[in-house]
């Protein structure tokens, strides 16, 4: 399976939240760092993500934005 | 400075290649992971990222997308 | 501070309001146009947005969409 | 015609610069302020923008990130 | 009137649901497919989408993920 | 495998076209639609896309827009 996507980050599910429209889900990543992804609450259901699942978290090169001080 | 996003990720410049309107940077980030971004020709020499310089990548929590086995 | 967007507009906080997992905000710009952004609700609590606090507003140029009658 | 987008601004084509994939254009706002757009190059050729075309710019709320000092 | 995206399809919305801040759309497509989207409550508002009103759904090529086995 | 997507259609593709740091690919879907992506060029390299090979295109509810006459 090959995505179309430059970042695809193995993480573990920490935390998930739900609306009626939306959903949150928090994640550990390899290494000190940690991400949030928001998506849509009947995705989240099909996923069904829980504390401790394994996952991998793909992010468009394009939705990446450098800031530098 | 506080920014409306979930995702700030302190990392560290490793490659920068430029077309006339779009440019790509790739990024370590702290640990053992490594992330790349797409933007203007024009961002990029704005920014005049080069190899070694320390940035964040921002990223909003709705453009990851969690997979799973 | 320098970031890796063409679009930074200044502009003043009208309006907030939130749901448990996603929030809205509306803007005055300079001028005589307004804008409106989503946001996380943790994002929105984070940033803690008040009717006349002055904020800058990123825009990626890649999320653009140009119409022409 | 509705759209089911929030920020729908008037403004006037400054400049225009093509890559093979990418296009970008440059525009001014009602007011003192500009936006930027990047869309790919066969969009561009459709739309066939040239400077002095009016345009209306379409944002996703979504897309929009603010920043507070 | 001309957009600046490559895809533009046509469809007949199913079915509706909404929060406070966001709400959800589900289409059917010409032909077998169907398409669901995301807007902000308020968006929503403005379309006042009912199932079986016709509509044109805008997709950005930038925002489209090709995924092969 | 399942994405935190909402969309998830199956395509064939119909040409290519690159740039040093964009690619674009046209697709056919099942039924009488056509779709396009824009990917970053090392995207497109390492999936190797070619006029007739089958993939999935995955789109986020969020980045659908719909538009009403």
Do not use: H, W
């Amino acid at each position: 399976m090959k995505y179309g996507v430059r970042n695809d980050l193995r993480a573990v599910v920490k935390k998930v939240k739900k609306d009626e429209v939306m959903a949150q889900a928090e994640f550990a990543l390899e290494g000190p760092l940690g991400m949030t992804c928001v998506i849509s609450r009947d995705s989240m259901d099909d996923l069904d993500l829980k504390p401790g699942d394994q996952v991998r978290l793909l992010v468009k090169a394009i939705n990446v934005i450098p800031v530098k001080d």
